[in-house]
């Protein structure tokens, strides 16, 4: 656990002469404002030299005022999120949720509806899960889909594709080069594909029929480090599962 800057003081208390203590009674009362600051504008504010409050920073076991700032601005981080990760991580998934729900997806379902085979190629190890789960999912409304293992198959894959097929491809950032090749073999022959990524501005998602584009978010976690919450793939398949059930219920009530 990194200690704070606080405890470092206590630390070294006997250490710090009034000038120290001056400094820090400063820092103390306005740190978001120090983390921003420059050593310039600090010793300005707080009516010390630039070399006072270096060797004050140093004095606590920081090698200078860059690393205590920095160290203040992980602590408000840490204070600001603790208790709140859980409250975050639900907003996420509930906006991605509500977001999703009124998606108008009836282009995918047409291209799904008229197609003899569908294929799913996920391009990662997150990707191939997410394309595992969709094939299991639409399993249970009678839809058979095949999953594409991996980049071994693709090329035997591309060669008995036809225009009566369909392909999707996940992937994260549409940046993968096995997956630009493969999309564009499948614009080449005329074979229709739809991609899910989460980024809108990919040399994939240009090429393809149809896209659904996820919105990712991340969940800072303190010390500068962020989770990035990939939930929002698994929602997609079962909101797509579950409006294509209804998709097909409305057909056949026609």
């Known amino acids: 656990m990194t200690v704070k800057t606080e405890e470092l003081v206590s630390k070294h208390f006997l250490e710090l002469n009034d000038n120290d203590l001056s400094i820090w009674k400063y820092i103390s009362n306005h740190k978001k404002e120090v983390s921003e600051s420059t050593l310039i504008d600090l010793a300005k504010k707080c009516n010390y030299s630039k070399s006072s409050i270096h060797r ?50 009836s282009k995918v379902f047409q291209l799904i509806q008229s197609s003899k085979k569908v294929f799913i190629y996920g391009t990662g190890t997150l990707q191939r899960a997410v394309a595992q789960e969709m094939r299991r999912v639409f399993l249970a409304g009678d839809e058979h889909f095949y999953v594409v293992e991996g980049v071994d198959e ?34 080449v022959k005329g074979v229709p594909f739809v991609v899910i990524t989460s980024f809108s501005e990919n040399q994939i998602a240009h090429l393809s029929n149809e896209n659904i584009f996820i919105n990712l978010d991340q969940v800072p976690i303190g010390n500068g480090k962020k989770y990035s919450v990939l ?13 294509y059930m209804e998709y097909k219920q409305e057909r056949l009530s026609k």
């Not at 939930?231 to 398949?237: A, E, Q, R, T």
Request: charge should be negative; hydrophobic fraction near 40%; aromatic fraction near 14%.
């Open 56 to 105: 004050f920073a140093q004095k606590i076991s920081y090698n200078g005022f860059s690393e205590l700032k920095y160290a203040l601005k992980l602590e408000l981080e840490t204070d600001e999120l603790e208790g709140n990760l859980i409250d975050r991580y639900v907003s996420i998934i509930s906006n991605s949720m509500n977001e999703m729900k009124y998606r108008d997806f």
């Open 154 to 187: 693709i090329g035997s894959l591309t060669d008995t594709l036809t225009t009566e097929d369909l392909v999707f491809i996940i992937s994260l950032k549409g940046r993968s080069d096995n997956a630009y090749s493969f999309a564009q073999d499948l614009k």
């Open 231 to 243: 939930d929002p793939y698994f929602i997609l398949v079962s909101i797509l599962f579950l409006r």
